[in-house]
C-alpha cells in the first residue's frame, strides 16, 4: 500500500513538472501509465530519483474524499486557499495528499460504492480510509443519521461559525437527535420562472409583482391554467415541474411509525396535477426530456417552469439563438410556495485523521465572507451566506440578463428564508421517485388513483423491506 | 426444359428482388442509428435541447475539444477498455474452446455431470451474483483492479456451449485421432489443429465478448474506482451525472461516438473470418 | 467409432481433465461460491435499511412464500415472455432468410460482405445510448410523431411510453435490431462449416434454392439453432437492460414492461440478499424447465455430449 502511494506521489511529481510546460491533456494520460506499474518502478526510482522521493514522504498522511461527480473538486481547487492540484484526481494541502474518489450516480452507483466504504471502514488501511464525503439532500439523511457521519461540533465548529448559513441547508444534515452532520456551500432556493411574452399577452403585464397575483397560491394558480390555455398556452411544461414545490412543504414525514403515509400536500399535488393534465394544461415528461425542455423556446408555448438560480443561468439554453433565455424573455417571481432544488453537502466520516483539515475545508467553503463572494462571482453559485447574497440583492447593478436585467436574488433571498425542511425522514428518496412514477400512471390515465396508490406502496416496500402501509 | 428454365429465372429475379429489398431495409434499420449518433454529436448541448433535426450542425470539433480539455482522462480510458476487452476476448474463447476440447474428444467419468452443470450454470442471471461477487472481491483485496473484470471470463458457460456446438457440427473426432496416431501430444493437437479449425467460432464470440466488455458498465463501475483506471462506459456515466456547471450532452454524443469507433475498427478487422468466407469445409475430406 | 479403439483412447481421457481445470478452478472461484451464497441467503431475512444491517434471520420458505403468494412474479414472467417472443420470432426469421440468401448459391447477391457487416453493427451501441437515441426519435415532439403528425396518420401526438403495446413494441423492436445480427452471424458461421460440396451436388441433381436451405442447412445447422434458441431464451429471460433505461426502471405503464430481472434489480437496493436470492432461485427453476422444454421440442437427446 505504502509503496504504491509512493508511486503515486513520485508520479504526480513528475507530471507536476510535465504540465508546468505542458498542457491538460499530457497530466490526464501520464500518471496512469506511471500508477498502473507502481510496483515495479518505484523502488529503483527511490533510489535514483532523491528529490522527488523527498517531495512524496513530505506527505504525511491521506484525505480521501468520494463524491459523484466533479463540483466540490473544482471548487477545492479553485477556492481553498493551498490546495495544490497534481492531477485529475489527486492534489496536496500542505503535508496532506488529497485523493478523489468518484463514482458516477448512474444505477445508484456511488451510494453502493459509499455504502461498501463505510461498512468496511474498520478495516482499511489508515491512508486508504474514507475521511469525507459529498452528499444530496434526497439521501442525505441515510448517512446522516448513522454513527458513520461526525457530528459538525465535534470537529469544532461552533454555532457562531454557521450562523449566516440558511437554516433549510442545516434541517436537511440534522440527524434524528439534532446533531448537524453536515454543511453546504450551496443554497439552491427556487422561483417560478414565468415567460413575459406570454405574461404581457395574457395578463397585459409581464411586471414580476402583477404576475405573482397570478400564481400566489395553488387555487390561482390552477384558475390562470385555464386562462392561459385559452391563448394557447400550457402553464406548466410536466406535471413534475411542481412536484419539489408541494414535497417541500409537506406538514409530515414520509415514514411515521415505520407505516408509510402520504401527506395532505402530496395529495394536493396529485388532485392539481391531474385536473391540469385532464384539461391538457400541462404534459407528464420526465424533467430534462427533449419534450420537457421544449417550452425554452417561443414555439414550445409553455407559461413557467419552477427552478433555481442555476437553472435560470445553465439550463435553459442561454446560449442559443431563438431562445426565450437568449432574448432575456424569462421573469421570475416568488411563486405559490417556497422550495429550492440541487445543493451538495460535505460530510465527515467517523475516524477520520485528518479532522482539523476537514474541519478548516468546511469552514473556509461554507462560512468564509470573502471565499463565498469569490464562489459566487466566479462560478455563479448562490452561496449559503446570508449577508453576502442578501448584499447582492441590493447590488443594483446586478441583473440576470437571461431575465431581462431582473434581479432576482431578493426574491431567491427571500425563498431561501421560507424553506421549512423540518419532515424530511430517511426514506425521502425512494418514496418521492416512486410517487411521481406511479402517479404518472394515474394522470396518463392508465390506472384509477388507489391503483397508482398501491403501486406506490409496492414500489416502496421493494426498496425499503421494513415499511408497512 | 427451356420453359422450365424461364420460369426458374424469373423466379431468381424476383427472389434476388425481394431480397435485395429486405436487405435494403435491414441497412437502412442498422445504419441510421450512426447517422443520429453523429447528428447529435455535431451539436451543441443548447441545440440538443431543441430536440431532434435530420441535419447536422457545426459543433462537432468544439464538442471534441471541449471534451479533451476537460478533466476525465478519456484517451487513458480508451486504452482501459481496450486492454480489458482484448484480454476477456482472448481468454474467454481460448478457454472456452479447451473446456468444449475436453467434453467434446474425451470420455471420462463425471464428463456427463460437468457439461450439464456448466448449461444450467448459464441459465443463473448474472445479475444476483454480482452482490455475493463484490463481496468476494473485497475479501480478497481485488477491488480497483482488474483482476475481478479479465479472469472470470475464463469461466464462461455461453461460450463454452456455443464452441461445443460448433464443434459437433464441424470437428470429427476422427482428425484428433489422426493426430494422434501422427504421435501428436494433447496439447499440440489442440493448439495446433483443433484452434486453427475453430476460427470462425473463434473470431465471432471473440467478437461478441469484446462488445460485451466493452460496453459493459455495471460491474465496472462497482469495482473501479480510480479516474485513470477507469473504463470508457464508466467515464461517459460520469459526463452524464456531471453538476449543472459541466453538464453537456453535445460531449457526451462526442464521446459515445468517440468510444463507437474502436469497437467498429476490431469489429472490421475480425469480421474477415466470418464474412470472408474462410472454407472449413476442406478438411473434412 | 471411438469405441473400437477404446483401449487406446483411455489413456488420454486424463486429458479431458486437465483441460477442465482452467474453467472450473476459475468458475468455483469466482461463480460458484457467490452462487452458494445467494441460493443460502434466500432462506434468511437479511437486507440493509440504509447503513444498517436487519438479519440475517432464518426464516425458512418464507421469502419464496411471499414472492409466489403476491402473484406478481407471474405477471413478470409473462411481461417478459411475451416482448421476448416479440423480439425473436422476427429475429430468426429475418436471421434464417438471410443466411439462406447468403449461403444460396444460385441467387448470387452482390454485396454481401457489405450486408453480412453491417447487420452487426447495431450491437457495437451500448444498450444506454441507444435508449437515449430512442427517447430522441420517439418523444411526444420528436421526429416519428412529426412524420405521423403530418401524414395525417394521427391527429395527435402518441404517447409513446405511456400505452402498454407500444412500450413493449419498442422494446422488442430495440432488442431485434441489436440482435438480429448476431443470431445471423452465429447462424452463418455454422453455414460456414457445411460442406460446399454438399450444395453443388444438390444442385446437380435439381433440387431448388428451398429444397436446399429444409433438407440440407437445416439439419446440419441444428446444433448451432439449438445453442441460439436456448441461449436466447436464457438471454430473453434474463432481459434488464433495454426496458430499464427505456422506462426509466419503472416498467411503465404500469409495469406491464418490468421485467423478472428488472424486479430482481429492485431488491438489489436495499441489498436484500433474501428475496433477491428466492428471486434468483426461482427464475432459474423457471429458466431449467423452460431450456428443458426447448431441448425436447428439437428433440436433441445429446445435449450433454454424446
Known amino acids: 500500500m505504502k509503496r504504491k502511494w509512493l508511486a503515486l506521489g513520485l508520479s504526480a511529481v513528475m507530471v507536476s513538472g510535465l504540465a508546468a510546460c505542458g498542457g491538460g491533456a499530457a497530466s490526464s494520460t501520464a500518471p496512469a501509465a506511471e500508477s498502473t506499474k507502481a510496483e515495479s518502478t518505484a523502488p529503483a526510482a527511490e533510489s535514483t530519483k532523491a528529490e522527488s522521493t523527498a517531495a512524496a ?113 442545516q434541517d436537511i444534515v440534522t440527524d434524528s437527535n439534532g446533531n448537524l452532520k453536515g454543511l453546504s456551500w450551496q443554497g439552491c432556493p427556487g422561483v417560478l420562472i414565468y415567460n413575459r411574452e406570454a405574461a404581457k399577452e395574457v395578463f397585459g403585464s409581464d411586471d414580476p409583482a402583477t404576475v405573482q397575483e397570478y400564481v400566489k397560491d395553488w387555487d390561482t394558480f390552477a384558475k390562470t391554467a385555464d386562462t392561459l390555455k385559452e391563448k394557447g398556452y400550457n402553464i406548466l411544461s410536466s406535471v413534475n415541474d411542481s412536484y419539489r414545490v408541494f414535497s417541500n412543504n409537506v406538514s409530515g414525514k414520509w415514514v411515521q411509525d415505520g407505516k408509510i403515509v402520504v401527506d395532505p400536500a402530496l395529495v394536493n399535488w396529485v388532485d392539481n396535477s391531474k385536473a391540469l393534465v385532464e384539461k391538457e394544461e400541462t404534459g407528464t415528461h420526465a424533467l430534462w426530456s427533449d419534450d420537457w425542455s421544449k417550452g425554452f423556446y417561443p414555439d414550445g408555448k409553455v407559461f413557467c417552469y419552477f427552478g433555481p438560480a442555476w437553472m435560470i443561468d445553465f439550463s435553459m439554453a442561454a446560449d442559443t439563438e431563438g431562445s426565450i433565455a437568449n432574448a432575456g424573455g424569462w421573469g421570475a417571481t416568488v411563486g405559490p410556495q417556497g422550495f429550492f432544488w440541487g445543493g451538495t453537502w460535505i460530510c465527515a466520516a467517523k475516524d477520520t485523521d485528518n479532522a482539523d483539515l476537514i474541519k478548516d475545508i468546511m469552514l473556509k467553503l461554507t462560512c468564509d465572507d470573502e471565499v463565498m463572494k469569490e464562489i459566487v462571482t466566479k462560478d455563479n453559485d448562490f452561496v449559503n451566506n446570508k449577508p453576502v447574497m442578501e448584499a447582492m440583492a441590493k447590488d443594483e447593478s446586478y441583473g440576470d440578463a437571461v431575465l431581462g436585467g431582473q434581479n432576482a436574488l431578493a426574491m431567491f433571498c427571500e425563498g431561501a428564508d421560507k424553506i421549512d425542511l423540518s419532515n424530511l425522514s430517511n426514506y425521502d428518496q425512494g418514496c418521492n421517485e416512486e410517487f411521481q412514477n406511479a402517479m404518472k400512471n394515474y394522470f396518463e390515465g392508465g390506472m384509477s388513483y388507489e391503483e397508482a396508490l398501491n403501486l406506490f406502496y409496492k414500489a416502496v416496500v421493494e426498496k425499503y423491506p421494513e415499511l408497512s402501509y | 426444359m427451356t420453359e422450365n428454365k424461364t420460369s426458374k429465372g424469373m423466379n431468381i429475379h424476383g427472389r434476388r428482388a425481394i431480397a435485395y429489398i429486405v436487405l435494403g431495409i435491414m441497412t437502412f434499420l442498422c445504419l441510421v442509428w450512426f447517422y443520429i449518433l453523429f447528428i447529435n454529436a455535431t451539436r451543441s448541448h443548447a441545440e440538443l435541447t431543441k430536440g431532434f433535426t435530420p441535419l447536422p450542425s457545426t459543433h462537432l470539433i468544439d464538442n471534441f475539444n471541449n471534451l479533451l480539455a476537460g478533466t476525465l482522462p478519456v484517451i487513458r480510458g480508451m486504452l482501459n477498455s481496450l486492454f480489458v476487452s482484448v484480454a476477456c476476448a482472448a481468454l474467454c474463447t481460448y478457454f472456452s474452446t ?69 464443434m459437433e457440427s464441424t470437428l470429427p473426432l476422427s482428425l484428433v485421432e489422426s493426430a494422434r496416431i501422427d504421435g501428436a501430444n494433447e496439447f499440440y493437437t489442440f493448439n495446433k489443429i483443433v484452434l486453427p479449425l475453430m476460427k470462425p467460432a473463434i473470431s465471432v464470440q471473440a467478437i461478441f465478448t469484446f462488445v460485451s466488455n466493452w460496453n459493459n458498465y455495471f460491474t465496472p463501475a462497482l469495482i473501479l474506482h480510480t479516474d485513470t483506471k477507469k473504463t470508457l462506459p464508466i467515464l461517459i456515466a460520469q459526463l452524464r451525472s456531471a453538476d449543472w456547471l459541466k453538464f453537456d450532452m453535445g460531449q457526451v454524443y462526442v464521446m459515445i461516438a468517440f468510444s463507437i469507433f474502436p469497437v467498429i475498427v476490431v469489429y472490421l ?17 | 467409432m471411438n469405441k ?33 451464497s445467494t441460493v443460502y441467503n434466500s432462506f434468511f431475512e437479511n437486507y440493509r435499511s440504509g447503513l444498517t444491517q436487519i438479519g440475517p434471520n432464518f426464516v425458512g420458505l418464507g421469502n419464496y412464500q411471499k414472492l409466489l403468494s403476491d402473484g406478481d412474479i407471474w405477471q413478470y414472467l409473462k411481461n417478459t415472455m411475451i416482448m421476448w417472443v416479440m423480439g425473436f420470432v422476427p429475429q430468426i426469421v429475418v436471421s434464417l432468410l438471410l443466411g439462406a ?206
Open chain 2, 98 to 166: 479447451m473446456t468444449a476440447y475436453a467434453i467434446h474428444v474425451y470420455d471420462f467419468a463425471g464428463k456427463k455431470f460437468i457439461s450439464t452443470f456448466i448449461l444450467a450454470v448459464m441459465m443463473i442471471p448474472t445479475q444476483v451474483t454480482v452482490l455475493g461477487f463484490l463481496q468476494l472481491i473485497g475479501k480478497m483485496g481485488l477491488d480497483d483492479s482488474y483482476v475481478p473484470l479479465i479472469v472470470p471470463a475464463i469461466a464462461a458457460p455461453v461460450t463454452y456451449f456455443y464452441m461445443k456446438q460448433y
Open chain 2, 269 to 285: 478487422i475480425l469480421s474477415k473470418y466470418i464474412v470472408g468466407g474462410v472454407a472449413v469445409g476442406a478438411v473434412k475430406g
Open chain 3, 4 to 36: 473400437v479403439k477404446r483401449g487406446k483412447v483411455v489413456s488420454y481421457n486424463r486429458w479431458g481433465y486437465i483441460f477442465l481445470i482452467p474453467f472450473v478452478v476459475v468458475y468455483v472461484v469466482f461463480q460458484l461460491i457467490p452462487l452458494c
Open chain 1, 57 to 169: 514522504e513530505g506527505t504525511t498522511s491521506t484525505l480521501n474524499i468520494y463524491c459523484w461527480n466533479e463540483e466540490f473538486k473544482t471548487r477545492l481547487e479553485d477556492h481553498y486557499p493551498g490546495y495544490e492540484k497534481i492531477d485529475a484526481t489527486h492534489g496536496k494541502i500542505g503535508d496532506v495528499a488529497v485523493n478523489f474518489n468518484i463514482t458516477p450516480n448512474t444505477d445508484n452507483a456511488y451510494q453502493n460504492n459509499l455504502d461498501e466504504t463505510l461498512l468496511n471502514m474498520d478495516s482499511a488501511a489508515a491512508d486508504s480510509k474514507i475521511d469525507m464525503f459529498l452528499v444530496e439532500a434526497d439521501y442525505a439523511l441515510k448517512y446522516v443519521d448513522t454513527d458513520y457521519t461526525m457530528n459538525v461540533k465535534d470537529l469544532g465548529i461552533t454555532d457562531e461559525d454557521i450562523s449566516k448559513q440558511y437554516k433549510y441547508t
Open chain 3, 101 to 306: 440468401w447468403f449461403s444460396d448459391p444460385s441467387l448470387r447477391l452482390k454485396g454481401q460482405r457489405f450486408f453480412k457487416t453491417v447487420i452487426y453493427l447495431p450491437n457495437l451501441i451500448m444498450a444506454s445510448a441507444f435508449s437515449m437515441l430512442f427517447f430522441t426519435l420517439f418523444a411526444d415532439t420528436g421526429p416519428v410523431n412529426s412524420i405521423l403528425l403530418q401524414t395525417g396518420v394521427i391527429s395527435k401526438a402518441y404517447k409513446f411510453m405511456s400505452h402498454i403495446w407500444s412500450t413493449r413494441t419498442l422494446v422488442a423492436f430495440m432488442n431485434f435490431i441489436m440482435w438480429f445480427g448476431n443470431t445471423t452471424i452465429l447462424l452463418m458461421a455454422g453455414m460456414m462449416g457445411i460442406d460446399t460440396s454438399l450444395y453443388e451436388a444438390a444442385q446437380v441433381d435439381g433440387a431448388t434454392a428451398t429444397q436446399i436451405f429444409y433438407k440440407i442447412t437445416l439439419p446440419l445447422l441444428r446444433p448451432i439453432l439449438i445453442y441460439v434458441m436456448v441461449t436466447s431464451l436464457i438471454g430473453g429471460l434474463q432481459m434488464f437492460d433495454v426496458p430499464q433505461i427505456l422506462t426509466n426502471g419503472t416498467g411503465d405503464p404500469g409495469r406491464t414492461s418490468m421485467t423478472l430481472i428488472m424486479f430482481l434489480n429492485k431488491h438489489l437496493f436495499s441489498k436484500n440478499y433474501g428475496m433477491g436470492g428466492a428471486l434468483s432461485v426461482l427464475l432459474f427453476i423457471i429458466t431449467g424447465v423452460l431450456s428443458l422444454i426447448v431441448f425436447r421440442m428439437s428433440g436433441d437427446n445429446n445435449k450433454d455430449g454424446r
